[in-house]
C-alpha cells in the first residue's frame, strides 16, 4: 500500500522569505501523480501544485514550486517570497496512476503547519 | 469557476441519528468522492463513486454509511446512525475524467455528533 510521510508537524517562516516543506512517499508504482493541497483556517482543499510522476521536470506555480526526486521518492514544496496570506496547513497527496487500481482516491500525508511571521 | 458546493457548511446532530450530507459536484465531472478530516488530523478517503456506483471504498466506509447520486447532480452522504466519533469535517470532491484530472473539493461540512 502506498504512504505519504510529512516529516515537519510545524514551520515557520518569515515573511518575504523562503521555506520548503518536506515530503516523501513509499510506493512500487511507476506511474502516478502527486499534489500539494492547502488549507487555511475556512478548511477548504486548495490546490497548490502537482507534478506527473513520467514528467522529469519540476512543477512550478508562480511563487510555489516542486523538487520531485522520483529515485529517492522524495516531493518537497518550495514557497519563495512568502506572503501572510500564505500561513495554513498543507498537505502532500499522492494518486496512483493505474485507471484499474484505486479510481483516483487521494492518499494524504498527515499535514504540515506553516506559520508566516511579518 | 465552477465549483464544487456542499451544504450544510455545519451540522448538529445527536447521536443515533441518521444524517445526510449534500455535495453538488461540478457539472461536467465524472469521478466523485467522499473525504473525512477528524479535527487535527489527516485526510482520509471514504469512497469514489462512478457510472452510478461505487468504485472503491475504504475500511471506514462500513455499513453506517451509503452514498447515491439520485437526480444526476447531487451526490449525497448517508451516515445511518452516528457516532461521536463521526464528528469531522465531510469533503466532497470531484473531477473531469481521467487520473491526470485533479481533484476539485468543496468546502466541506462540519459534523458535530453530540
Known amino acids: 500500500a502506498q504512504t505519504v510521510t510529512q516529516s515537519q508537524p510545524e514551520m515557520s517562516v518569515q515573511e518575504a522569505e523562503t521555506v520548503t516543506l518536506s515530503c516523501t512517499y513509499d510506493?512500487?508504482?511507476?506511474?502516478?501523480?502527486l499534489f500539494w493541497y492547502k488549507q487555511p483556517p475556512s478548511r477548504q482543499m486548495i490546490l497548490v501544485i502537482r507534478?506527473?510522476?513520467?514528467?522529469?521536470q519540476n512543477a512550478t506555480e508562480n511563487r510555489f514550486s516542486v523538487n520531485f526526486q522520483k529515485a529517492a521518492k522524495s516531493f518537497s514544496l518550495k514557497i519563495s517570497d512568502s506572503q501572510l496570506g500564505d500561513a495554513a496547513m498543507y498537505f502532500c497527496?499522492?494518486?496512483?496512476?493505474?485507471?484499474?487500481?484505486?479510481?483516483?482516491?487521494?492518499?494524504f500525508g498527515k499535514g504540515t503547519k506553516l506559520s508566516v511571521k511579518p | 469557476e465552477p465549483e464544487v458546493t456542499q451544504t450544510p457548511s455545519h451540522q448538529v446532530t445527536q447521536m443515533g441519528q441518521e444524517v445526510i450530507l449534500r455535495c453538488v459536484p461540478i457539472?461536467?465531472?465524472?469521478?466523485f468522492y467522499w473525504y473525512r478530516q477528524i479535527l487535527g488530523q489527516k485526510v482520509e478517503f471514504l469512497v469514489s463513486?462512478?457510472?452510478?456506483?461505487?468504485?472503491?471504498k475504504s475500511e471506514i466506509f462500513d455499513d453506517q454509511f451509503s452514498v447515491e447520486r439520485p437526480d444526476g447532480s447531487n451526490f449525497t452522504l448517508k451516515i445511518r446512525s452516528t457516532k461521536l466519533e463521526d464528528s469531522a469535517m465531510y469533503f466532497c470532491?470531484?473531477?473531469?475524467?481521467?487520473?491526470?484530472?485533479?481533484?476539485?473539493f468543496g468546502n466541506g461540512t462540519r459534523l458535530t455528533v453530540t
Open positions: 510506493t512500487s508504482e511507476s506511474d502516478y501523480y
Open positions: 497527496a499522492y494518486r496512483s496512476g493505474d485507471y484499474g487500481g484505486s479510481q483516483g482516491n487521494l492518499i
Open positions: 457539472s461536467n465531472h465524472l469521478y
Open positions: 470532491a470531484s473531477i473531469k475524467d481521467g487520473l491526470n484530472s485533479p481533484l476539485h
Open positions: 507534478q506527473e510522476a513520467y514528467k522529469q
Open positions: 463513486f462512478y457510472n452510478n456506483e461505487i468504485s472503491e
